[in-house]
Structures are given as C-alpha cells and as structure tokens.
C-alpha cells in the first residue's frame, strides 16, 4: 500500500493517537549504513517502552496538563523507574502494576490529577491493549519485527526468548510519520492546532520530544574535566 492510498483511506488524522503514539516510540526506519548521517543521534527503543503509549495517549486525551507539569511529571517518573524501582519482567502483569501505580501517584503529585480509566487498573489489560496498537500498524505496513538490526558497522541478534523486543518504522511508516509531524508543526506555525484534527496528536508529539529530551540527557556520559 503506498502513503497516498493509505492517507486517503483514514480520516484526516490518519493515525488514532495512541497508533501515532505508538510510531513515534518506535525505532526509526534506517536506510543502508552508507546513506546514513553519520552525526545522526539516534534513540533505540524495545518494546517495554511501549508502555509509555496508553499512558501519555490518555493523559494528553483526558488531563489539562501543561508542558512544564508534564516535563516535571516524566523526569520524576524516568528517575523513579531507572533508579529506585527495579522492574520484574519475569512477572509483566506484576511489574506493569508496579509501574502504573508509581506513574499514578506522580502525576497526581504533578498535576493532583488521577487516571480513572479501567485500562490502568488491570495490567493484563493494559498489555494487551498495546499488542492491539502494535497489530494495527503492522497490519497497515508501517512497522515490522526485526531480530537481527545493523548497529555501528555490527549485526545485532534480537533473541525473542529474551524479554527484549525490538520493532522499527517501516520506510512507509518513517514516510507517514515525517508527513504527520511536517503537517503538526505548519499548524502550529500559524496557530492553528486547537481548531485543527491533529490538537490531540500535537500534544502527544511535544510530550515525545520532552521525553526524548530527557532520555538523551540521562543516556549522554559525563565529559571529563
């Protein structure tokens, strides 16, 4: 399917947010490693970060949050999960609780705002419901699974018995996604996102550029002196 059947085949959003949500967390398309930018920063995702989808996707649908809470929001909940709460992905259903309910309690420190939908009170649900995302867009072409990946000059094996997995933009999905954010900035540009299909989807993209803002910054190491 090409990106133009595929734009006027959906409604004017194209994507339903948490399916946009879900494009922007996953790794980007790579073309050969010759016609890579070698300067280029990249950010790798495994699934696990998939969890991040349903949450921002109803914050952003359901809670008047600006950007400064939000920012305050996940450098508060990234810090939490990467240094005080130790995940057991031996146990999803368990370390998604966990996490939900820590993510709960910061944004209600953040925003005195609780998640009240039934997705984030059963983890089994809340797993599967990003299964369903990952299926809708595999099935539109714009990801796939990839078990062996190229990274600096290397073959990398993804071993699917390992609870790692890894999914990248398909190059109609890279495409898709650069024509989304593209059209998101423009409209923002001429102040007209509130009155515009994409309000909700602008929203989901600053809170994934503060994100991935954050992410790098804790990623980078030191400079020495």
């Not at 400064?68 to 995940?87: G, Y």
């Not at 259903?93 to 705002?113: P, V």
């Amino acid at each position: 399917m090409s990106l133009e059947q595929l734009i006027n085949e959906r409604n004017e959003a194209i994507l339903k947010v948490d399916e946009y949500g879900l494009l922007c967390m996953t790794t980007p398309y790579l073309p050969p490693e010759g016609e890579q930018e070698p300067s280029t920063e990249l950010l790798y995702t495994s699934k696990q970060a998939y969890m991040w989808v349903p949450i921002l996707a109803y914050i952003v649908e359901n809670v008047n949050i600006s950007e400064e809470d939000m920012k305050i929001f996940l450098e508060m909940s990234l810090d939490s999960l990467t240094t005080h709460h130790r995940t057991r992905w031996s146990n999803r259903a368990e370390a998604l609780e966990g996490m939900l309910e820590m993510l709960n309690s910061m944004l209600f420190y953040t925003t005195r705002k609780k998640l009240e939908d039934p997705i984030f009170e059963y983890a089994s649900l809340f797993g599967s419901s990003i299964e369903d995302i990952l299926d809708r867009l595999e099935g539109l072409g714009l990801v796939e699974e990839h078990y062996v990946e190229p990274m600096g000059g290397k073959q990398v094996a993804m071993m699917g018995f390992v609870p790692f997995g890894f999914t990248k933009r398909t190059r109609l999905g890279e495409e898709l996604y650069a024509k989304l954010n593209s059209l998101m900035l423009f409209y923002a540009q001429k102040n007209l996102v509130e009155d515009s299909d994409f309000k909700i989807h602008y929203k989901f993209y600053r809170a994934w550029e503060i994100f991935k803002s954050i992410v790098m910054k804790m990623d980078k190491p030191l400079e020495k002196k």
